[in-house]
């Protein structure tokens, strides 16, 4: 008498039913998920890029609003777009008449008061007077420009700078506080949109910037790109144009942004 028992196998063929109706279902349902999925990736690697593009633009801006008045300026090498300008820090009015320490124009000065509010001073800044960005008022020739020789100290009413004749007077009476200079390079060889700072002031505009320099990323996967700069007049704040480009797994993203710049020293 043979044995019986509950429990009943599989048969080969039946598993290898079962595992063809899988591979079928499984194929079915990857055919209905895979654009969903492939649309989802794309927006959110589109949704990325924009991202760094408009974070770097505005980073930009922000940066270029600060700018010394007639300080901007641009230049391409091959593909390789350089902008750069003075930053400032802070700015305010110097005493031209009156009790106190004037600024004098007619003679080499060493020091001014402030009218106003004091001025936040570190040791190293740049004293701006009137820089027109022409001949005879740069202040990429240091023209315009005179040292501080003070200390760092907040809320200074009496700057003193390194003796200095600044060759024109301005008529609202305005100095800048500089840091110094600032380039972004945008660098589609490389893929790269980059700030550059700390590195010495250049009457030629430095393509890349020279060391002693301080660096820092702001774009990867960068196509393509192009910075204009309309000067304006002095009665017209100037225009910079930005066009940034990334690109990634074939596509592209393109955003355009405009920047004014004071033009009244």
């Known amino acids: 008498m043979r044995p019986t028992s509950d429990h ?81 820090r802070n700015g305010g009015r110097y005493r031209a008449q009156g009790g106190g320490d004037i600024l004098d124009f007619t003679a080499p000065d060493n020091s001014f008061d402030v009218l106003g509010p004091g001025i936040d001073m570190q040791a190293g800044d740049l004293i701006a007077v009137y820089n027109l960005g022409i001949p005879g008022a740069d202040a990429w020739a240091g023209e315009t420009l005179a040292a501080y020789t003070g200390v760092t100290a907040l809320n200074v009413t009496t700057i003193a700078i390194a003796s200095k004749q600044f060759p024109l007077a301005s008529p609202g009476n305005r100095f800048q506080v500089v840091e110094g200079p600032v380039s972004y390079v945008c660098d589609p060889n490389a893929g790269t949109l980059t700030r550059y700072w700390g590195y010495p002031i250049a009457a030629a505009q430095p393509t890349p910037p020279t060391a002693p320099v301080s660096s820092a990323l702001l774009a990867k996967d960068v196509s393509a790109c192009s910075f204009t700069y309309q000067p304006g007049a002095t009665e017209r704040n100037g225009l910079v144009s930005m066009t940034l480009n990334l690109s990634q797994a074939g596509e592209t993203v393109r955003l355009y942004a405009t920047t004014q710049v004071s033009n009244q020293p």
């Open 8 to 88: 009943a196998g599989f048969t080969l063929i039946e598993m290898i039913i079962v595992i063809a109706i899988t591979a079928i279902v499984g194929s079915m349902v990857a055919v209905f998920l895979r654009a969903p999925l492939e649309s989802y990736v794309a927006q959110d690697r589109r949704a990325r890029l924009a991202d760094t593009a408009d974070t770097a633009l505005r980073r930009m801006g922000r940066d270029i609003r600060l700018a010394l008045p007639n300080s901007v300026r641009v230049t391409s090498v091959g593909n390789v777009v350089y902008l750069e300008f003075l930053a400032t």
